[in-house]
């Protein structure tokens, strides 16, 4: 088990901030609220998952509930998007 330094977290972080910066993931989760009954989340999926690599991160997964789950070296990085915030959390990957 590795711990997770501050480096590591700061290196995190800093690629995280860019993503929620861009707020492509905020528009594409209210364009999911109005068409979900219209198009294919594997569509989202895809973008989201291109989005997250150029931004040197590694996609894992992503929900429909717009659970984001990604990785950076050895941190596991969560991101939550809700309506009007986005709740993101870092761990270790063990």
């Given at each position: 088990m590795k711990k997770l330094t501050r480096d590591m977290y700061k290196g995190a972080?800093?690629?995280?901030?860019?993503?929620?910066?861009?707020?492509r993931l905020f528009y594409l989760y209210d364009r999911w609220q109005d068409e979900k009954e219209y198009e294919d989340f594997t569509d989202y999926i895809e973008h989201t998952k291109k989005f997250i690599d150029e931004h040197g991160l590694t996609f894992v997964k992503m929900t429909k509930g717009f659970k984001i789950t990604m990785k950076h070296n050895d941190i596991i990085v969560h991101i939550k998007i809700n309506k009007n915030s986005a709740n993101v959390t870092y761990e270790e990957n063990k």
């Open positions: 972080v800093g690629l995280v901030n860019d993503i929620m910066d861009d707020g």
